[in-house]
């Protein structure tokens, strides 16, 4: 086949496009040049960003003797994730941009252009299992349950699996970077991202309070009713959160606060303990869960731990009732489904969660 | 493997190889006072008095620099200096939107950082500076101006600009100019002596040169600070250690590429054409940016710059190196991210326009098979391409 490698520049990626092309397959790898220069007088004449990142995805593709190229999406990004992640905020949710990525730009933009460029697939080193059956694509969660990524590939649809390959999943990372280190590639030892990628500093409030600006408004406890806070905008919290309240009148009960909902529309954040945080079921849509009713595990945050739950879709909503009450869930994640099965656990899809309820 | 990259770098030609093998096995600092040392200056300086020759300028015009970029920098910066230090007023640079940008990123800096003026020279369609625009910015505050700064061809869609007309324009102010003549050397006859510029930026790898070589012309008189100091080796202007090998090749390649150039360039315009003629005919739809191919003098001779509207240019190219083609999408940067080139822009062109072009460019080892690569090449390319373009612009959005 022939095949296009995404390559971040990280080691995952690098080993990825080795294995791919050990497998046989001519591999061409490609960068991704996804944020933007701030805009200065010469805009338009050059977008250099994450060069360090450019030059280690140039230079792994160098030892694997892979032609390579960068594509800018830059534009794309900032549209479909950068905007989307800031706009969900704006709504009250908590989003997840790693997923909207993968959805909207590496099994969208960048399968699409592939596939048109005569390419089969496109390759990436995420962690996790992926088998194309007659059935439809199959995926699973990464040996390396530590590192798996199964979680931010899910919404995916099958026709976008169908065209992706993870050479990766049945390696641990440790292996990945032995593996990286035996072929003499100089990322082997590069430490794994962990920020959001736009968000260099890691602040996301700051970030957020930069695009979004002051919007105050007041913290409700839900037990009094009454006004225990205020805040500089509502977007900068999260449901669960506890820590960075500035809380000026301390709860009746004496019991510590946590958010329990944020309304975009008053710029209003409400708290209250911890029980109240507990949810029965939760709405998702869309969804690429769409098959009966199914009794799974769910996760509802990328390292999230799953629980035992009972699944169902209709009328283009997935609708999910946990067994036990699951605690501190945002709109805006994505719900996961996984089946428990010997050869590892199956995703069996998942969904953006829209509502929750039953505390 | 065709090779259609010439206006990036071009071969380096067997002249230039023996000059500096010769000079590489041979020891000697040309500053150096002893035998060792005075065989290096004479090699320096027969490379200085062949370089000027063939330039039509006088050995004592030619400062050494280590390139293009840095003879650019020299003289935006040096000269910018010179003028501003003895003149406080003079702050203006005058510069196009379609240089390169060791000129246009050094005049930036220059008004980020030391204080000067911008002011844009307009362009016409086809990319030519207009003699009447520098006139006009001129005659607005001449005596606010520092320099003016204008290639003598562009490096993208190549067109030759009128410089003779503009250093006379500038003349008649007391002002300074400087071309940048990296794309004209070796295509185009050059004069720096007629051209009527006070300062010319030549680089060697672009006929056939090392790497690493080039010079900066500077009338005697014209002032232009040092960018290094040092050693004062060339006319205290430049200091550094002088690179008696490169010199040496540089000026091999230079004698060659400027005795050739007639010819060379006779040869390399019906490749152009038959080039052009070849694309059009399996793209009807292509367009040439730039001034047209059969005006005499309108353009460098080796340079074919296309759009093929409904592609875009980094897919396009990619397809062609797949087959073994090797061109340009003009502007890119260390990324290796094609942007919409800051020339087409310049010259109004819209962004979707700009991102659907490729540089073809010709030069002394080019061949007709080369061409017809191309030709064969270039159809199911841009068919392919199209469909990868129609998709990245129009990709249906899902929630």
């Not at chain 2, 080039?214 to 002088?242: D, F, I």
């Not at chain 2, 007639?262 to 390399?268: K, S």
Request: proline share 6%.
């Amino acid at each position: 086949m022939r095949v296009l490698a995404a390559m971040s520049g990280g080691v995952d990626s690098a080993v990825a496009a080795a294995r791919a092309r050990d497998a046989g397959h001519e591999v061409v790898g490609v960068h991704l040049a996804l944020s933007r220069q701030p805009a200065t007088a010469r805009e338009g004449a050059r977008g250099c960003c994450t060069l360090d990142d450019a030059r280690d995805a140039r230079r792994a593709a160098d030892v694997l003797e892979i032609p390579f190229y960068v594509w800018d999406l830059a534009e794309r990004f900032a549209e479909d994730v950068i905007d989307d992640f800031a706009d969900s905020y704006a709504r009250g949710q908590t989003p997840n941009p790693c997923l909207r990525c993968n959805e909207r730009i590496k099994f969208a933009a960048v399968l699409e252009r592939a596939l048109a460029l005569d390419f089969d697939a496109v390759v990436t080193g995420h962690h996790a299992r992926l088998t194309q059956t007659a059935a439809g694509p199959v995926l699973r969660r990464s040996v390396d349950l530590a590192k798996d990524q199964s979680y931010v590939l899910a919404t995916l649809r099958p026709e976008q699996l169908a065209g992706a390959i993870f050479p990766l999943g049945d390696s641990t990372k440790a292996q990945v970077r032995a593996e990286a280190a035996e072929r003499g590639l100089g990322v082997a030892d590069k430490p794994d991202s962990t920020d959001i990628c736009f968000v260099p500093s890691g602040n996301t409030a700051k970030w957020l309070h930069e695009r979004l600006g002051s919007k105050p408004g007041p913290v409700v406890d839900v037990v009094s009713g009454g006004v225990i806070g205020g805040h500089d905008g509502a977007y900068a919290f999260t449901v669960g959160q506890r820590r960075g309240l500035a809380l000026t009148t301390p709860a009746v009960d004496g019991r510590p606060r946590y958010v329990l909902g944020i309304d975009p529309v008053t710029s209003t954040v409400t708290v209250g303990p911890a029980d109240r945080l507990d949810i029965r079921y939760l709405q998702a849509s869309p969804s690429t869960y769409t098959g009966p009713p199914i009794e799974c595990q769910a996760q509802v945050r990328a390292h999230g731990t799953p629980v035992a739950a009972k699944a169902g879709y209709a009328a283009g909503r997935l609708t999910v009732e946990f067994d036990a009450p699951l605690r501190g869930v945002s709109r805006g994640q994505a719900v996961v489904l996984y089946a428990p099965e010997v050869e590892g656990d199956r995703v069996l899809g998942g969904g953006w969660i829209s509502e929750t309820g039953g505390s | 493997m065709a090779y259609l990259d010439h206006a990036a770098t071009t071969p380096v030609h067997p002249a230039a190889i023996a000059a500096v093998m010769d000079a590489l096995a041979t020891v000697g600092n040309a500053s150096s006072l002893h035998a060792s040392g005075r065989r290096a200056r004479r090699t320096v300086e027969e490379s200085r008095e062949t370089i000027a020759a063939a330039l039509d300028a006088r050995p004592s015009e030619v400062i050494f620099t280590s390139g293009g970029t840095e003879s650019d920098n020299l003289a935006l910066k040096g000269m910018f200096w010179a003028r501003h230090s003895a003149d406080p007023r003079r702050r203006r640079v005058l510069v196009s939107g379609i240089e390169h940008h060791a000129v246009l990123d050094a005049a930036y800096w220059l008004a980020a950082e030391q204080g000067a003026a911008l002011v844009w020279l307009p362009v016409d369609a086809a990319g030519r500076v207009q003699p009447a625009g520098l006139y006009e910015a001129l005659a607005a505050d001449p005596d606010s101006t520092a320099l003016v700064s204008v290639m003598w061809a562009n490096n993208e869609v190549g067109t030759v600009q009128p410089i003779a007309e503009l250093a006379e324009v500038a003349r008649g102010f007391g002002v300074p100019l400087h071309t940048d003549a990296v794309q004209a050397v070796g295509s185009l006859p050059v004069s720096f002596a007629e051209s009527g510029a006070d300062a010319m930026t030549v680089t060697g790898h672009k006929f056939g040169g090392p790497y690493g070589t080039g010079a900066l012309l500077l009338k005697r008189g014209v002032a232009c600070t040092p960018l290094t100091h040092g050693g004062g080796q060339e006319r205290e202007v430049r200091s550094g250690t002088l690179d008696v090998p490169g010199v040496a090749g540089f000026a091999a390649a230079c004698r060659v590429a400027v005795d050739e150039q007639p010819i060379r360039a006779a040869r390399v315009a019906v490749l152009r054409d038959e080039l052009l003629a070849g694309v059009r005919e399996r793209v009807p739809e292509v367009v040439l940016n730039g001034a047209p191919a059969d005006a005499p003098g309108a353009r460098l001779p080796g340079n074919a710059h296309l759009s093929f509207p409904g592609s875009e240019g980094d897919s396009l190219l990619m397809l062609l190196d797949a087959r073994g083609v090797e061109c340009s999408t003009g502007s890119a940067c260390s990324a290796g991210i094609a942007r919409p080139s800051h020339v087409l822009l310049a010259m109004n062109a819209d962004a979707e326009h700009a991102r659907s072009s490729l540089r073809f460019s010709l030069g002394h080892t080019s061949t007709r098979d080369d061409v017809d690569a191309l030709i064969a090449a270039i159809g199911p390319s841009v068919e392919r391409s199209r469909r990868a373009g129609a998709l990245s612009g129009a990709l249906p959005r899902r929630s």
